[in-house]
């Protein structure tokens, strides 16, 4: 049975945040308002200074603008997006360890409270074949703007990952999970080998209380 390797996306995968990055994306080609801009990016802010807990409710904000697009449309969007810009944000460190587990045939899966539009889009450009992420709602062909069901974060994860694990048949022997933020705590203590990739301060102490490995990417990105 394959030992199961889980990837956080931002922070781990993609250096900063995936959606932010979409939105200055969006911004810049007239698909949102200064307004919306304004609004999502501040939330941001102040999230990365830990005075916001749960996303759930700019993340059904964010994503509004989508409603009554087609999926094909949405697709070439985010499409040209990774083609453009975020290819250019992923770690080569990451991709080297990727490449290290699949050589082991290790099941690496990525679970991400991003949107299913974007966490796809760069699990297809990695080759990584399975991923866990927040779902945006698609009707008769078209995004209504809103989030399906519950977001992929917190205990989230847990729940969704385990889930995962017993619909694949896997189990956790020697598992791995490498996650930059406290808020995927409950996660690290699930695997046999938890990894604080450029962690936040509240990860990095409790990675050190626990002995954990930190790793630490020197930010060298792609640049093509």
């Known amino acids: ?22 939105l200055n994306y969006v911004f810049r080609k007239g698909l949102v308002s200064l307004f919306f ?15 916001f807990k749960n996303p759930k409710e700019i993340m059904d904000y964010s994503f509004s603008f989508l409603k009554d697009k087609k999926i094909e449309e949405v697709d070439e969007i985010v499409e ?11 770690f080569p460190e990451i991709i080297d360890i990727i490449n290290e587990h699949k050589a082991k045939d290790r099941e690496v ?19 990584i074949k399975n991923c866990i992420s927040t779902r945006l709602e698609i009707t008769s062909g078209k995004f209504t703007g809103k ?17 995962f694990i017993k619909k694949n048949n896997l189990d ?14 409950d996660l690290l203590l ?5 990894f604080a990739v450029n962690p ?13 490995p930190v790793l630490m990417f020197n930010k060298n990105l792609i640049n093509k």
């Open 172 to 185: 956790l022997y020697n598992s791995y999970a490498y996650t930059d933020h406290i808020s995927d705590l």
């Open 190 to 194: 699930m695997v046999f080998n938890p």
């Open 37 to 51: 801009y304004l609004k999502i990016f501040f939330w941001f802010f102040f999230y990365k200074l830990g005075l």
């Open 109 to 127: 899966i990525i679970v991400s409270n991003g949107a299913d539009i974007l966490v796809k889009k760069v699990a297809d450009y990695l080759n």
């Open 1 to 22: 049975m394959n030992e199961l390797v889980i990837l956080d996306l931002d922070g781990v995968i993609v250096k900063g945040q995936s959606q932010l990055l979409f």
């Open 147 to 163: 989030i399906l069901g519950d977001i992929v974060y917190g205990k989230n994860k847990v729940y969704f990952t385990k889930e």
């Open 200 to 212: 936040d301060n509240l990860l990095f102490a409790e990675a050190k209380k626990r002995n954990w």
């Open 80 to 90: 040209v997006f990774l083609k453009e810009v975020l290819h250019k944000f992923i």
